[in-house]
């Protein structure tokens, strides 16, 4: 499960994390302090639920939400705010639901609830294989043992922990299916298992790349404007 928590004040970002975090040990939580930022990040990131402060300094909450959901439409997005006049606005805009700070757990807790979060819940767990088309025939492969894909050909290179397997699809295809498997963009050819990330290093003009488990002679670059949510990801 991947979260964002969006909000300007970063003791309410920190609270609400920490109380997520007991409620749902298992997901994943990103955070951002903008209108600008939460774009960038819902334009980079399949996310489950979204909380989203009503008055962020640059763009406000109300004004943001259908954006959010253009780019996203199965994604939950809950306000958050400190003023209880915003509960009918929220409706009127079609989100989950709104909790008020400062935050209450009980509260928080119905929230997940009502919006089908279960502390159990784990993206892995409701697709441990996917199938891969290659050489006429059909492969099903353990999600966790796909390293990373790239672009390859018309169609992409699938780097897994035994061998390679290639498949006509995009890897914009490959990428709707598993951003919400525990996979990053993390450049325009690569899409990488984070939980294979191996290195991440300052490379040539002051750029980033990244080295994977057991492709370690390989080198991945990492496009400037996606470091900092995979330095996030990461917990960097």
């Given at each position: 499960m991947r979260i964002a928590v969006v909000d300007d004040e970063r003791p309410a970002r920190s609270e609400l994390r920490h109380q997520l975090s007991e409620l749902l040990p298992d997901a994943q939580i990103d955070?951002?302090?903008?209108?600008?930022?939460?774009?960038?990040m819902a334009g980079e990131v399949c996310y489950d639920l979204f909380f989203l402060d009503i008055n962020l300094g640059d763009i406000n909450g109300t004004?943001?939400?259908?954006?959010?959901?253009?780019?996203?439409?199965?994604?939950?997005?809950?306000?958050?705010?400190?003023?209880?006049?915003?509960?009918v606005k929220a409706f009127e805009l079609d989100v989950e639901d709104y909790i008020m700070k400062?935050?209450?757990?009980?509260?928080?807790?119905?929230?997940?609830?009502?919006?089908?979060?279960?502390?159990?819940?784990?993206p892995l767990d409701s697709m441990k294989r996917i199938a891969i088309n290659t050489e006429g025939k059909t492969i099903f492969k353990e999600v966790g043992d796909i390293v990373y894909i790239e672009t390859y050909n018309r169609g992409c290179l699938i780097h897994t922990v035994e061998e390679d397997y290639f498949e006509g699809k995009t890897i914009g295809e490959f990428e709707k299916r598993m951003c919400d498997m525990g996979f990053f963009r993390s450049q325009?050819?690569?899409l990488v298992n984070l939980n294979k990330v191996k290195e991440l290093f300052l490379w040539k003009n002051n750029s980033?790349?990244?080295?994977?488990?057991?492709?370690?002679?390989?080198?991945?670059?990492?496009?400037?404007?996606?470091?900092?949510i995979l330095r996030q990801l990461l917990g960097g």
């Open positions: 955070e951002g302090e903008s209108g600008a930022q939460a774009l960038e004004v943001l939400v259908n954006a959010l959901k253009n780019m996203q439409p199965n994604m939950k997005v809950v306000f958050v705010t400190a003023y209880s006049e915003y509960a400062p935050f209450d757990k009980r509260r928080l807790e119905k929230m997940l609830k009502k919006c089908g979060m279960k502390k159990s819940e784990k325009k050819s690569y980033f790349a990244i080295k994977m488990e057991g492709y370690e002679k390989e080198i991945l670059p990492v496009g400037r404007e996606k470091i900092k």
